[in-house]
Structure formats: C-alpha cells, structure tokens
C-alpha cells in the first residue's frame, strides 16, 4: 500500500496538497483572527459590505438620519360659503378637526371670488401660528386662487381652519382644501431679507 502511495507521490502532487491546505485554512484563519483591530480606520468602503447584511441595530442613532416617516389627512368642500358679507373678521371655509398630536405640514388652497372690485384675504390658522394670503378681487370675475402653508406641532388634538374676508361687497369660495402630513419634526423661524 506504500508503494502504491509513493507511485502516485510526486513533486507536483505534494505542491499541489500544500496548496489546497493553505487556501482552505487561509480563509477560515482570516475570518477567525481578523477583526475590528485589525482593520484600518475609514479603509472598509460600501462595495467591501454584502447588501442587505447590516441591519438598523448595527449602526449608532443619528449616522445615517432618521427614515421619513409620514402620514397624510385631507378634507375638501366643493363650494361655499357664498354670498358673504365683507367683513373685518375671517369666516370659515374648512375647518379640519381631530388632528392627532405631532409635527406636521400643513397646506390649503381656496377659489375666491366677489360681486365688486375688492381685497380677498384668506387665512389657514392652527393654534397661534397662521400663515396669510392677498388677492386682488375682480368685480364679477374670474376666481383668484389662495395657497397656504404652515408648520405647526400640535401638544394635544388640534385643528386646521381656514377662513376669508373682503374689504367690501360679498364674496364666495369654491374648491378648498386643507391637507395635514405629519412629520417627524418641524421648526420655522423667521428671516430678514
């Protein structure tokens, strides 16, 4: 049996055995003995990470930025109010309720029109923020088109309203809208210009 051994044993042979041992224990040495001390700082690059192998556990708060996260209500009316008295105060158009506790962006939208050359303004107010919206109105015009938009976290439930007046003559809106997206966080502040 050993001399059938030594017939097959050649130089060849034996280089190719020491071969394959080295590359078979080399990588399971690798993955054993090579860790996080090893490895040089800022050197592991996107295309060296498997995909879908890191998961959000693996990696601190805050490295990547938080995953947008975010929900959408809205609430129309197709026309109305109509044939209202000019006014020094607002009137409401929509009002949207029941609004969870949170961040959010709000946005609306409103056709005013009026019987006499007027100012139309319209308001979209949540709490004590508001944002404000100034049309030049056409005696028996065409309608002009108000958009609003406003950050605002609401502490508790809370509500969306917005309203219009006219300086003088009646007025009426059509096809208003608000729209609530909450969002993880919101600020606003106040430039100069």
């Known amino acids: 049996m050993v001399t059938r051994i030594r017939k097959h044993l050649?130089?060849?042979n034996v280089i190719a055995m020491i071969a394959l041992f080295v590359a078979?224990?080399?990588?399971?040495?690798?993955?054993?003995?090579?860790g996080s001390k090893q490895i040089k700082?800022?050197?592991?690059?996107?295309?060296?990470?498997?995909?879908r192998t890191i998961k959000s556990t693996d990696i601190a708060p805050g490295v990547i930025g938080a995953t947008l996260q975010?929900?959408?209500?809205?609430?129309?009316?197709?026309?109305?109010?109509?044939?209202?008295?000019?006014?020094?105060?607002y009137t409401t158009v929509a009002?949207?309720?029941n609004i969870a506790p949170g961040s959010y962006l709000l946005l609306a939208k409103t056709n005013q029109n009026g019987n006499t050359l007027t100012d139309g303004r319209c308001r979209l107010a949540a709490d004590n923020d508001a944002d404000y919206s100034n049309r030049?109105?056409?005696?028996?015009?065409?309608a002009d088109s108000h958009s609003l938009?406003?950050?605002?976290?609401?502490g508790g439930t809370g509500a969306a309203v917005l309203s219009c007046r006219v300086s003088d003559g009646k007025w009426s809106t059509a096809d208003s809208k608000i729209i609530a997206v909450k969002?993880?966080?919101?600020s606003s502040g106040v430039v100069g210009g």
């Open 10 to 12: 050649s130089f060849a």
């Open 24 to 34: 078979m224990g080399g990588t399971s040495y690798a993955a054993i003995r090579i």
């Open 41 to 51: 700082n800022n050197s592991i690059q996107s295309v060296d990470i498997k995909n």
């Open 70 to 89: 975010s929900s959408a209500g809205q609430v129309s009316r197709d026309s109305g109010p109509t044939d209202v008295n000019a006014s020094q105060q």
């Open 95 to 97: 009002t949207m309720g």
């Open 136 to 142: 030049g109105l056409r005696a028996q015009g065409t």
């Open 149 to 154: 938009a406003l950050v605002h976290t609401f």
């Open 183 to 186: 969002v993880s966080s919101a």
